[in-house]
């Protein structure tokens, strides 16, 4: 019988192992995760955001009657700024149902913003730095656009949407530390508009604000008055920018908005009433001694341009083009 | 290549021994997978997804080991044994090993 | 605050996980090749029935190892899970752990004058981590029945 040979020969490295390099591997893993994780995202976004628009403005209201008792308590002067708005959605009506509140609250902060269940909150700061009461009007119809268009609804929907996304695809990984990180980039796009909802309010608003004062030199104003502290004083950019950035985009857009409605860019200023200025002392003096308004300084409609044109003349100094 | 889990082959007669080769391969659950196994886990019946899993991981370990078996010039790999394994979470590892031989 | 120190932290982790974790392995698959080119004189076959002229004294041998992953395998294998396919990390982890178990178990045949194993069987086990994010390792066992020459 032949005998049976045993024997070991080497056998080759490669087959039970992987030739790619581990780096490369990892790279092509996360380009494909993120890759999914942009596209659920944008698609969450966007289902939330149709969604949100539907939700009935009672249920804003009610979702907001959970955080109404942080909201500060009424005085003359929000009365005044609801008075104001009270005036501009008369001029420029809303869809039936929805109510404005204006809260006004006592902080340095130069800011203004649009919640759910259509509450507006004015900073004192705000105030103090606006010219005169077109450009002050002209913050409050922006932010009465907002809700208007249901911006504050479709924000949060779509916040929670992505957060939500995003939680779910973590978990799958299991691995906690990769888990925290991408659930908490979800929660990073909260409550801020879009760019392109800040466009649409700036539209919106300019209806309101022609609408009131039958011209639109209150938003020139504004924006004039934003650029200068913004020019003043680098180091401390003023809040109202992080929710609202100034650009040459956004002031374009407003002129050449202003322009095909044929509105009128110039028109009467109409300075601060008395009594508001008493109780904010570092309120700008607004427009100059002005005999033909009223004691109380409010404006009495439509005014046509051209009778006017003296008082463009005589305006206060920061005001100039 | 032949595979066989027997020791012998009947009929014919093993002229050459050589050695251990293995064929090894791990594998990864999907995730899209695990959540309809656990709706399954309600139910009860076979996880087709991961018995279609496993099938692949075993027809991959074996291809390996007939690789290695190739490579050393054998023509038959007998005495076949396949070992499984959970490598961390959500991953398990199939082995398949045998001797190979040269058959006259 | 708190999510920056936690990506960091991960990245840390994942960064020396992966540079250790890859120069232990080339070390460890170095000195696996010097060994198995100095054992391969012991001969390791899966028959169960070898036939030999020689009424050889049998020995039972064994080899294992435990081989711990790294956090940079780990974290690949967390994302791979999500999409299922080979898992190329630890195919390395598996088979280093496999060589060594048999380098291992041919030194003590050696030792025990043994020059061929017969009936080599392996087993693989997984020892999970106290939670998902530390700890886990592979262990391999491999056994045989080693052939001594009598003198």
């Known amino acids: ?317 920061d005001q100039a083009k | 290549m032949m595979v066989s889990n027997l020791e012998i082959v009947p009929g014919r007669r093993v002229v050459k021994h050589l050695g251990l080769v293995q064929g090894s391969t791990v594998r990864a659950k999907n995730v899209g997978k695990d959540l309809l196994a656990s709706l399954k886990n309600i139910v009860g019946g076979e996880l087709k997804s991961y018995t279609e899993l496993l099938h692949e991981a075993r027809k991959e370990a074996t291809e390996r080991m007939m690789e290695q078996a190739q490579a050393i010039g054998a023509n038959a790999i007998l005495n076949v044994r396949f070992s499984t394994s959970s490598i961390t979470q959500g991953a398990a590892e199939l082995l398949a090993y045998g001797t190979a031989v040269v058959l006259e | 605050m708190l999510d920056l120190l936690n990506i960091i932290l991960f990245c840390c982790l994942a960064t020396v996980g992966y540079v250790a974790g890859r120069f232990a392995e080339q070390r460890h698959y170095r000195f696996i090749r010097s060994r198995e080119r100095e054992l391969a004189d012991v001969l390791v076959f899966a028959s169960r029935f070898p036939v030999l002229p020689h009424a050889d004294k049998q020995v039972l041998v064994a080899g294992s190892v435990v081989i711990s992953e790294d956090y940079f395998k780990r974290m690949v294998s967390g994302l791979q899970s999500l999409f299922g396919g080979r898992l190329k990390s630890y195919e390395s982890l598996v088979d280093r752990a496999r060589r060594e178990a048999v380098l291992r178990m041919k030194e003590e045949a050696r030792a025990q004058g043994a020059r061929m194993i017969f009936n080599v069987k392996f087993q693989t086990f997984s020892i999970p981590g106290k939670n998902r994010n530390s700890g886990g390792a592979v262990e391999v066992l491999a056994y045989g029945t080693g052939l001594v020459r009598p003198a």
């Not at chain 1, 509140?101 to 103090?128: C, I, K, Q, S, W």
């Not at chain 1, 656009?145 to 299991?174: D, E, K, Y």
């Open chain 1, 1 to 317: 019988m032949r005998a049976i040979e045993y024997s070991n020969p080497p056998l080759p490295d490669g087959i039970n192992v992987s030739r790619t390099h581990p780096l490369l591997d990892f790279a092509r893993l996360v380009a494909a995760l993120l890759a999914i994780t942009v596209i659920a995202v944008v698609v969450l976004a966007l289902v939330a955001e149709r969604l949100a628009a539907r939700v009935p403005f009672e249920v804003e209201q009610s979702l907001a009657a959970q955080f109404s008792d942080q909201l500060p308590v009424p005085n003359d002067i929000s009365r005044y700024l609801q008075g104001l708005a009270d005036r501009l959605t008369a001029a420029d009506p809303l869809p039936p149902g929805v109510k404005i509140t204006v809260h006004f609250m006592d902080e340095p902060t130069v800011n203004a913003f649009a919640t759910l269940g259509g509450h507006v909150v004015v900073y004192r700061g705000l105030m103090e730095a606006m010219p005169n009461e077109n450009a002050l009007a002209m913050v409050l119809a922006h932010e009465i656009a907002h809700v208007r268009l249901r911006h504050p609804a479709t924000s949060m929907g779509r916040g929670l949407a992505v957060g939500l996304g995003l939680s779910v695809i973590s978990a799958g990984t299991g691995d906690n530390l990769a888990a925290q990180a991408l659930g908490s980039a979800g929660l990073l796009t909260g409550l801020s508009f879009s760019r392109e909802q800040e466009l649409e309010a700036d539209e919106a608003g300019l209806v309101s604000l022609s609408a009131l004062y039958g011209h639109v030199q209150g938003a020139d104003a504004l924006f004039q008055r934003m650029a200068e502290l913004l020019f003043a004083d680098e180091y401390r950019v003023p809040a109202f920018f992080s929710t609202h950035p100034l650009d040459e985009e956004r002031i374009y857009a407003i002129q050449d908005l202003a322009e095909r409605n044929r509105w009128p860019s110039q028109g009467e200023l109409t300075p601060f009433p008395e009594a508001i200025r008493i109780q904010l002392p570092a309120m700008t003096s607004g427009e100059g001694e002005d005999d033909s308004l009223s004691a109380d300084g409010e404006d009495d409609g439509v005014r046509d341009v051209e009778e006017h044109g003296l008082v463009e003349d005589s305006q206060a100094p």
